[in-house]
């Protein structure tokens, strides 16, 4: 049995616009398939892998949507599908990845040339701003919250809503900042989390973690073990142009 895998990349949709197209999908494709969003929450393509051979798939294709589809995502999820693939059982599994969408010269004339509904826009003073956006708000802690690829690839807990909600629980949602971020670099030490002021790097790796990140740092202002080695280097940014210069160098893996 051929069993399709839908990959979104899509950071900023909401989890009900990102439900009705995976309700949609899986609806209309014809193959058995399912769809996972590559950054954020939620099942990731580990999941979904898994899921497929326990339900007896024998190939699974990978169907990278959104056009375009990310290059470094291109490149990047290959890879990681063939990591997942040596913990199989050999030879138990063909695995593939589709084409991407905008190679379709044939879909890309159909969406050109499809009739559509256009909503009207009409002037609107300071159209650009709103409520409550004029400054931050109080906080005592800002945390920034990987949810990339890779991070959301490695945390199938799920990071963001755990550490809301242990945060909730202690008490302290009206002292914490909280900022879903895009790749911070250090991928391979996923999922991570950045706490300022102190500019701490901490990996939680299960709910568990969560619970003590949120228990020793934020509540009770203890070293946690779960805090990674990483230093913000500022000294040597101010003293060594070429150190600033690493510092601004981007990752060819970042998306
Ligand atoms: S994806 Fe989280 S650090 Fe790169």
Known sequence: ????????????????????????????NKAPCTVVRLEHQGDNMFDALDFALANGAKRIVLRP???????????????AAADWLTRQP??????????????????????SNRPYRADPIMPKIDGMSGKGWDEPPTFQHHLLVCTGP??????SFGLL????????????????LIASTGCLFPCNNGPVVVHYPKGDWYQLNSSQHVDE?????????Q???????????????VVDGAALGEARREPSNVI
């Open 90 to 111: 050999v030879g138990s599994i063909d695995l593939a990845m589709a084409a991407d969408l905008d190679e379709d010269t044939e879909l890309l004339k159909l969406i």
């Open 150 to 155: 890779r991070c959301h690839m490695r945390g």
């Open 65 to 79: 949507i959104g056009i375009p589809f990310s290059q470094s995502l291109r490149n990047w999820v290959p890879n």
């Open 223 to 237: 070293p946690s073990p779960l805090r990674l080695p990483f230093q913000p280097h500022r000294e040597e940014q």
């Open 1 to 28: 049995m051929q069993f399709e895998i839908f990959l979104v990349s899509a950071s900023y949709v909401s989890n009900r616009k990102f439900a009705a197209l995976k309700e949609n999908l899986i609806a209309t």
């Open 161 to 176: 809503e755990p550490l809301k909600a242990a945060i909730a629980k202690a008490g302290i949602s009206s002292k914490c």
């Open 213 to 221: 990140f949120v228990c020793d740092v934020l509540v009770n202002n």
